[in-house]
């Protein structure tokens, strides 16, 4: 009798067991219908709080790639010192990290979707500027690099041919007229644009007139500031 009574209640206790199991399996498989492969962390700890969990599992999976910013136009030189950049973000959470020539510069919370730093303190030449977007430990790729140059002086003008003075016969009316300065500079002889190769060196195939010539040689930076160089040679036919 009494082993009857053992059998009775091992034999409920399995089927406890295997009810617990199915319904165990059928949540499982419920879930990675539901949430793939992230329901999968979690099957270990399976209690009545695990949908919840899951779900904020799933979207901080979701923002694990994050866009990388965009940067408003910039202008490619400047003649002071500071500069105002403004920008957006794909995601509004987080902050934007500001790269200045490699090195971390500042950080502004993104505000209505977009972001913007002021007064930015640049070296003089060229510098770069990228940014970033960080939400808690994740990073995203940096956005399209800028080049701005800060122009403080105006542009220099070198080894300029001919010498002043020099004089020219019959065989040399056509001269070269050649010098150097920086490669982003527009360079013009008597008003005509000369050819400028990426090293700053520029030239120019000027006809002197019978005489007295004076050649103007101008060098035009992109911010506008201007150098003017005068040089006087003859021609004697």
Known sequence: ???????????????????????????????????????????????????????????EKVIEVIPPPTINEIPKAINTNTLDISGKAFIEKGVIELFLNDKSYHEKKISAGGFSFSKIALSEGENVIKVRQIIGNKESRFSKEYKIVYEKEPPKIENITPVNDANFNKGDQEIEVSGKTDPNNQVTVNGYRATIDGEGNFSYYLRLNDGDNTITIEATSLTGLKTKEEKKVKYNP
């Open 1 to 59: 009798m009494a082993r009857s009574r053992f059998s009775r209640n091992l034999e409920q206790q399995s089927k406890k067991q295997l009810i617990i199991s199915i319904v165990s399996i059928l949540i499982i498989l419920f879930l990675i219908l539901k949430y793939g492969i992230y329901a999968i962390e979690g099957i270990g700890n399976l209690t009545l709080g695990f949908k919840s969990e899951k779900q904020d599992s799933t979207i």
